[in-house]
């Protein structure tokens, strides 16, 4: 349930706002009551809603490297990293840790058992979560050096038997004397053609063309499924909170289910990627998503809402289809919903650059991510695998991190759309903030009357992106003056 800090019933707005509308001493004092009356509700065993904390994903990044900035995420606020997948993979290309070879132990350029061990004490150890970007729809594409498809192969075996005492030490599970799949393991070498085709895509190979032979599609086997298991709960043992479900789109509902039972799910978010080009009644969001969100209960992508955010920042787009997209089918309900403006294939596969909003309209769209009630925002950080050069170091801008401060300092209280154009929007979050965000090039002057409004009377909101800008309601109408391509984060 929503939290009882700063929250009204719609009836009794009028009442509230006569009350605090005299001073801000007894403004002050309202704030401190409702919060004494929250604390009190809490201690007799009150559940909060959801947390839709935010998430770093920091692609690609070591995990030395994670480990050393523990400090600087927390700070941040980030609730939740979401590292690189942690499996046997090979090779130095950002795509290569997407294609396993062995659950069995953590061994890749960017880490190895212990380290991956000792990134997620160092995060948890500051309250902020590792969720374990995992692959369980296929093996690594190795065709020219393990025809017969068993995994990891006679070469990686061997270099097991080669420093036993090493990699015994960074075992998870199993005896890596020997390979735990083979040919019996995977469903038939054939490749997708046609991507609205639902059972081309959850059992056939994902294929680069040209004569590529594909990714090795895994079985939805009882074998299978007790190794995929055994490896999650191995990661859930190291502390992991949460798994992202890679190229869930490509897997049968049976599999996935079979994979996550209760116990492996408890305690865990768990979150799929379900690639779609928009939300309800678009063929790939009726025929993955939806069935996807109907039979699990796992939260997914917020695809939709990128496109409908998209399609709003566009020449003829209009804001006012950011007013209440869910309503229409264009976002998923907040507590199953990871939200973006870019994932890690947006800016790194030519096929979905499409995606990429243009770098002031992206920080617009943060602003109502982070600004909006519903879903975890996520942060996208790189190390420039695209070549762009826009999202190194993300993680750590100032107006990201002013974002933050406001999405956590609002958590849990209502929203309320006070004004909306095409070219602006401007929202309440309770009585604690105001967002206001203007994505044309000329200043926006909105008036909206506040006489049942549940804001706050001559108290100070200030812009938590650092613009110095400040509002002070006094009257009955007020005027938000949004400058050119420009969002406000006010919180009080």
């Not at 997708?192 to 994902?206: A, G, K």
């Not at 055994?230 to 990661?235: A, I, K, N, S, V």
């Not at 050069?389 to 993300?394: E, P």
């Amino acid at each position: 349930m929503p939290s009882p800090v700063d929250t009204f019933a719609p009836n009794n707005a009028a009442s509230n706002n006569a009350a605090r509308r005299p001073t801000a001493r007894k403004a002050h004092a309202s704030h401190r009551m409702s919060r004494l009356c929250a604390a009190l509700l809490l201690a007799a065993g009150v559940a909060g809603n959801a947390q839709a904390d935010a998430i770093l994903h920091a692609f690609n990044w070591r995990y030395a490297d994670v480990q050393a900035r523990a400090a600087e995420i927390q700070a941040a606020g980030y609730k939740a990293v979401l590292v690189a997948p942690a499996y046997k993979s090979a090779g130095s290309q950002w795509w290569a840790r997407y294609q396993p070879q062995d659950y069995r132990v953590i061994h890749h350029p960017l880490g190895d058992t212990t380290t991956f061990r000792n990134m997620v004490s160092a995060l948890n150890a500051r309250g902020v979560h590792v969720y374990a970007d995992v692959l369980l729809n296929h093996m690594a594409n190795e065709s020219g050096q393990r025809p017969d498809l068993n995994y990891p192969g006679t070469s990686i075996i061997n270099l097991y038997n080669g420093n036993p005492t090493y990699y015994n030490g960074i075992r998870l599970f199993g005896n890596l004397g020997f390979n735990f799949l083979s040919a019996s393991d995977f469903g038939e070498a054939r490749c997708i053609s046609n991507y609205t085709d639902v059972w081309q895509v959850q059992n056939w190979r994902l294929c680069g063309g040209g004569g590529d032979v594909g990714l090795p599609d895994l079985k939805n086997s009882s074998y299978v499924i007790s190794q995929q298991q055994e490896y999650l709960r191995q990661l859930k043992a190291l502390g992991v909170k949460g798994f992202r479900i890679d190229a869930a789109k490509h897997m049968p509902l049976s599999h996935i289910n079979g994979v996550l039972t209760t116990d492996i799910k408890n305690g865990m978010y768990v979150f799929g990627e379900i690639i779609t080009g928009a939300g309800a009644g678009e063929i790939e969001y009726d025929r993955f998503l939806q069935p996807y969100l109907q039979g699990t209960s796992h939260a997914a992508y917020d695809f939709p809402l990128q496109t409908q955010i998209r399609n709003a920042f566009s020449f003829s787009g209009s804001m006012s289809a950011l007013v209440d997209p869910l309503a229409v089918g264009q976002a998923l309900q907040g507590a199953r919903a990871v939200t973006f403006t870019v994932t890690h294939d947006i800016p790194n596969n030519s096929g979905f650059r499409y995606a990429l909003m243009d770098p002031t309209d992206e920080t617009l769209a943060y602003a109502y991510l982070f600004g909006r009630n519903g879903g975890k925002p996520m942060v996208y950080s790189d190390n420039n695998e695209s070549g762009d050069n826009r999202w190194v170091n993300a993680y750590n801008r100032n107006d990201i991190k002013g974002m933050i401060r406001f999405h956590n300092a609002v958590q849990g209280n209502d929203m309320q759309v006070l004004s909306h154009g095409s070219c602006h929007i401007i929202f309440r979050r309770g009585s604690l903030g105001i967002v206001g965000i203007n994505k044309c090039g000329s200043t926006v002057n909105a008036s909206v009357n506040m006489n049942n409004s549940v804001l706050w009377w001559y108290a100070n909101y200030t812009d938590t992106l650092g613009s110095g800008s400040v509002v002070n309601i006094g009257s009955a109408n007020y005027t938000f003056s949004l400058p050119a391509r420009s969002a406000r984060m006010w919180l009080r």
